[in-house]
DNA sequence: ATAATGACGTGAT
DNA sequence: AATCACGCCATTA
C-alpha cells in the first residue's frame, strides 16, 4: 500500500534542480492540501539523501528546517543550485 | 489507541 | 514587519 509519506517523496524527488516548491505544494500534489505540517513531520524524519528535501521551502518565504546540517547548509546548497531568493 | 511534538499556513494583533 | 493564536496532519513515544 503506498502511504502518504511515499507519495511525498515521490514528489520532492522530481523538483528539479534550481526550483523549490513549498510544504502546501508538497501537500496539494500529494494528494492533501492541508497537510503542509504533516509534509515537514515527513521530511524531518527522511534521511535518504537521494531526495532533495532541501527544495521544500516555506509559504512565507523563510526557509524551513534541514535535519542534515541545519538551515545554514539548506541556504548554501540552495544557492549553489541557483536559487538565488536568499 | 492516545498524547505529545513540530522542517507548516493563514489570519488576527 | 514581527508575533500570536489556531487549525491541520504525519511521526514518534
Redesign the pocket.
Same mark, same amino acid.
Given at each position: 500500500m503506498k502511504?502518504?509519506?511515499e507519495r511525498v517523496r515521490a514528489v520532492v524527488r522530481k523538483i528539479s534542480k534550481g526550483k523549490t516548491m513549498?510544504? +502546501?505544494q508538497v501537500a496539494r500534489a500529494a494528494g492533501?492540501p #492541508?497537510?503542509? #505540517?504533516?509534509?515537514? +513531520?515527513?521530511? #524531518? /524524519?527522511?534521511y535518504d539523501e537521494r531526495i532533495p528535501?532541501?527544495r521544500?521551502v516555506? /509559504?512565507?518565504g523563510k526557509l524551513?528546517?534541514?535535519? #542534515?546540517g541545519g538551515t545554514g547548509r539548506k541556504r548554501t546548497i540552495l544557492k549553489k543550485e541557483g536559487v538565488y531568493e536568499w
Open positions: 502511504t502518504f509519506a513549498t510544504y +502546501a492533501r #492541508r497537510a503542509a #505540517r504533516g509534509v515537514g +513531520a515527513i521530511m #524531518r /524524519s527522511n528535501c532541501h521544500v516555506r /509559504s512565507d524551513g528546517g534541514y535535519n #542534515r
